[in-house]
């Protein structure tokens, strides 16, 4: 079985980009796969990925889903925002549908979504260094 760990940024990432760069490196060497799941739109996630030299083997952003399927996005200084019922059960929804075993993040907001036979949620993080999901 290959692992597949999903890594949200803010809040997780950002904490602690050492100890999360070395969790991503030895998965993915071991055959694995990271899958950094965030709020910020997809260019803004990849330039903190590189600042902060994560590996990963894919990318998803919840406003960029949404606003792919039509959703109205607002954005208020710098940041999206949508209603709860759309942006809230989108990770466990990308989770599931993508094999994530272990999700990493540090809200507990979206565990309620998360079916522990799809996929573990782990609230990680405690410092809050940014936002955007």
């Known amino acids: ?12 990432i950002t904490d602690d980009p050492d100890k999360y760069r070395l969790l991503a490196e030895t ?6 796969e990271i899958h950094i799941l965030s709020g910020s739109a997809i ?18 952003s919840i ?12 954005w208020i200084k710098g940041l ?4 709860d019922e759309l942006w809230d059960p989108t ?4 989770c599931k ?5 272990f999700m990493i993040d540090d809200s507990p907001i979206y565990e309620i979504f998360f079916d522990k036979e ?6 990680f993080g405690g410092k809050k260094t940014g936002g955007g999901g």
């Open 118 to 123: 799809d996929t573990h949620y782990l609230k």
């Open 91 to 94: 990770k466990a929804e990308y």
């Open 63 to 74: 406003t960029t889903h949404h606003e792919d399927l039509g959703a109205k996005v607002e």
């Open 80 to 83: 999206p925002y949508m209603a």
């Open 1 to 12: 079985m290959k692992l597949k760990v999903g890594l949200d940024i803010h809040g997780v």
């Open 43 to 60: 260019p803004n996630l990849k330039k903190e990925l590189e600042k902060y030299k994560i590996p990963f083997t894919h990318i998803f």
């Open 97 to 101: 549908k993508h094999g994530v075993h």
């Open 27 to 32: 998965i993915i060497r071991g055959g694995g």
